[in-house]
């Protein structure tokens, strides 16, 4: 599905490479958590796929197509194929939440089209479909500029979405929401890959969120691998490898204590529906 192989990147100025012949597999449906210590090249990874980011060397290849030998316009045709999530949910604050799911069509329907709102009725009608599945009925004519964090990443993920992406890229989709909406988050992302089959690649600072939605892990230090195997073999000596000393268990602790809090949360809401009239 996903191959790159020998991936590197160095900006310039900088003496050590951002990226250092990085090398990886992502089969159909998986789903990947980027994991590592802040410069270890696990945004610079997820920008250089869709090439954001110019690799300096190494070779990107998605479904037999391969993406580091594209000009600008095949290229543009290629980013269609992929999905982005971004830290900052990248919405334009003065549209409504239906205008920014519209623009993840933006590559199929073109600009003027676009401009004019002139989108095929079937766009119009997955839109609303996406927005009911990420929890969001009734919000498609509110500006994006009022809705909270957790909502306006819900707008960003059911964009992505909406180009129906052969691969999906998630950059610190967590990082600025709290622990509980965090978590609610990337349920929601775990869920939607597993029912579209679509492969994704997540950058995550919170190792327990990785853990507990990411099936595969990758870990990154000094722009190198140092770590890619299942969740269940990343223990503490893995970890120490790629972040150095840290209190795991008390970690692992804190993050069981949530995960209860969020049953406990959720039978609650089951119950308040169960005997809403």
Same mark, same amino acid.
């Given at each position: 599905?996903?191959?790159?192989?020998?991936?590197?990147k160095h900006y310039p100025g900088t003496a050590a490479a951002a990226l250092d012949n990085v090398s990886l597999q992502l089969e159909g449906g998986e789903i990947i958590a980027l994991i590592g210590p802040s410069g270890?090249?696990?945004?610079? @990874?997820?920008?250089?796929?869709?090439?954001?980011?110019?690799?300096?060397?190494?070779?990107?290849?998605?479904?037999?197509?391969?993406?580091?030998?594209?000009?600008?316009?095949?290229?543009?045709?290629?980013?269609?194929?992929?999905?982005?999530? +971004?830290?900052? +949910?990248?919405?334009?604050?003065? @549209?409504? &939440?239906?205008?920014? @799911?519209?623009?993840?069509?933006?590559?199929? &329907?073109?600009l003027w089209r676009s401009v004019l709102r002139r989108f095929p009725q079937s766009?119009?009608?997955?839109? +609303?479909?996406?927005?009911?599945?990420?929890?969001?009925?009734?919000?498609?004519?509110?500006?994006?500029?009022?809705?909270?964090?957790?909502q306006r990443q819900r707008v960003g993920i059911a964009r992505a979405l909406m180009q129906a992406p052969e691969l999906l890229l998630v950059d610190e989709p967590t990082a600025s929401l709290d622990p509980r909406t965090a978590r609610q988050i990337m349920r929601l992302i775990h869920e939607l890959c597993t029912e579209h089959k679509l492969p994704a690649?997540?950058?995550l600072h919170d190792v327990p969120l990785a853990m507990r939605f990411c099936p595969r892990i990758?870990?990154?230090?000094?722009?190198?691998? &140092? +770590?890619?195997?299942p969740v269940k073999q990343l223990d503490t000596t893995v970890l120490t490898q790629i972040y150095g000393d840290e209190d795991w268990a008390s970690m692992a602790g804190e993050q069981a204590d949530d995960d209860a809090q969020d049953d406990v949360a959720s039978g609650a809401a089951v119950v308040d529906r169960g005997r809403a009239p």
């Open positions: 599905m996903l191959e790159i192989e020998g991936l590197s270890a090249g696990k945004s610079t @990874l997820i920008r250089c796929i869709n090439r954001l980011v110019e690799p300096t060397a190494g070779r990107i290849v998605l479904a037999g197509e391969e993406l580091t030998a594209l000009r600008a316009r095949e290229l543009r045709r290629a980013r269609r194929r992929i999905g982005m999530v +971004f830290q900052e +949910f990248a919405l334009v604050e003065r @549209l409504s &939440v239906m205008e920014n @799911l519209l623009s993840g069509r933006l590559g199929y &329907v073109g766009d119009i009608t997955r839109a +609303f479909e996406l927005l009911e599945r990420v929890g969001l009925e009734g919000y498609a004519d509110r500006r994006a500029d009022t809705l909270s964090g957790g690649i997540i950058n990758i870990g990154l230090r000094g722009g190198r691998i &140092v +770590f890619d195997g």
